[in-house]
């Protein structure tokens, strides 16, 4: 059974720091690269970090270039989405994405950043 379970969202302060995880069981996890997406309240659901599967390059939505970034552990099935520097427009709930999920979406994991 194909799942990615996303985790480690909270409610933190504008500059400051979560490092979200995405643990993935199913499939060949090493085979596959990986993205982030967020939707904020109100909005729709955008890109923010992806991460290829052979090489491990990656690239980011400019809204987020510099202060998050994208890696993964391919021992522990595992991605993350290190985010500093957060400020309010981040606040949304972060979801993880793989070709393998097909349309399917996790449960997502929330993020607010505010005072």
């Known amino acids: 059974q194909v799942q990615l379970v996303e985790s480690g969202g909270g409610l933190v302060q504008p500059g400051g720091s979560l490092r979200l995880s995405c643990a993935a069981s199913?499939?060949?996890?090493?085979?596959?690269?990986f993205s982030w997406y967020r939707q904020a309240p109100g909005k729709e659901r955008e890109l923010v970090a992806s991460?290829?599967?052979?090489?491990?390059?990656?690239s980011y939505a400019d809204s987020v270039e510099g202060r998050f970034t994208i890696s993964r552990d391919n021992a522990k099935n595992t991605v993350y989405l290190q985010m500093d520097s957060l400020k309010p427009e981040d606040t949304a709930v972060y979801y993880c994405k793989s070709p393998p999920m097909g349309l399917s979406w996790g449960q997502g994991t929330s993020v607010t950043v505010s005072s």
């Open positions: 199913g499939f060949a996890f090493s085979s596959y690269g």
């Open positions: 991460i290829t599967g052979a090489r491990g390059r990656t």
